[in-house]
T-cell receptor, first 111, second 113 residues
Framework: QQQVKQSPQSLIVQKGGIPIINCAYE??????FPWYQQFPGKGPALLIA???DVSEKKEGRFTISFNKSAKQFSLHIMDSQPGDSATYFCAARGSNYQLIWGAGTKLIIKP | DVKVTQSSRYLVKRTGEKVFLECVQDMDHENMFWYRQDPGLGLRLIYFSYDVKMKEKGDIPEGYSVSREKKERFSLILESASTNQTSMYLC????????????FGAGTRLSVL
């Protein structure tokens, strides 16, 4: 119930393509769903986040799609660039304000 | 800008040694966290603290302890390091009653030989 399942584990996309990373959860008490981006040698940093009363949120080239009934959410990166190559983590906030993390997706954008 | 500083980027220790990992944040955040990051396992919470001298166990506290004597500093202690504690350790802080945004340090890569 406390898990967040993230897929795929790794992803290679050509520049300009649209990588999609998926996450699924079971606990309907989760109330906030952030995505973090981590570059090599750095800690994760908040990229974009969504609340469950919204079905989509866009910030620049990054979009979260949220399906409350399916308990799934996904990250889409439009017009992907080599500089987007990083590890991406989805997460969900539980009732005690802690974040439950997905396992991460290593994304490589090929020039 | 929020800054979370971890004292070491790389550490090499021997089995059985006592290891201290230090973390300092400069934004007066109440909440601080220690995570362990391993490939394919994501971030696993070891301990967290909501206030000075306060600590709570996370998902994998065995073999670790923490200390928070000052608001800005949160230390992770490996009482007797073992090879299965070889990992990347990440410290984070966040404002009170939030958990919305956690600010991370760059991490300490610990190797236990």
């Amino acid at each position: 119930q406390q898990q967040v399942k993230q897929s795929p584990q790794s992803l290679i996309v050509q520049k300009g393509g649209i990588p999609i990373i998926n996450c699924a959860y079971e606990n309907t008490a989760f109330d906030y769903f952030p995505w973090y981006q981590q570059f090599p040698g750095k800690g994760p940093a908040l990229l974009i986040a969504i609340r469950p009363d919204v079905s989509e949120k866009k910030e620049g080239r990054f979009t979260i799609s949220f399906n409350k009934s399916a308990k799934q959410f996904s990250l889409h990166i439009m017009d992907s660039q080599p500089g987007d190559s990083a590890t991406y983590f989805c997460a969900a906030r539980g009732s005690n304000y802690q974040l439950i993390w997905g396992a991460g997706t290593k994304l490589i954008i090929k020039p | 800008d929020v800054k979370v500083t971890q004292s070491s980027r790389y550490l090499v220790k021997r089995t059985g040694e006592k290891v201290f990992l230090e973390c300092v944040q400069d934004m007066d955040h109440e909440n601080m966290f220690w995570y362990r990051q391993d490939p394919g396992l994501g971030l696993r919470l070891i301990y967290f603290s909501y206030d000075v001298k306060m600590k709570e166990k996370g998902d994998i506290p065995e073999g670790y302890s923490v200390s928070r004597e000052k608001k800005e500093r949160f230390s992770l202690i490996l009482e007797s390091a073992s090879t299965n504690q070889t990992s990347m350790y990440l410290c984070a802080s966040s404002p009170p009653h939030s958990g919305n945004i956690q600010y991370f340090g760059a991490g300490t890569r610990l190797s236990v030989l």
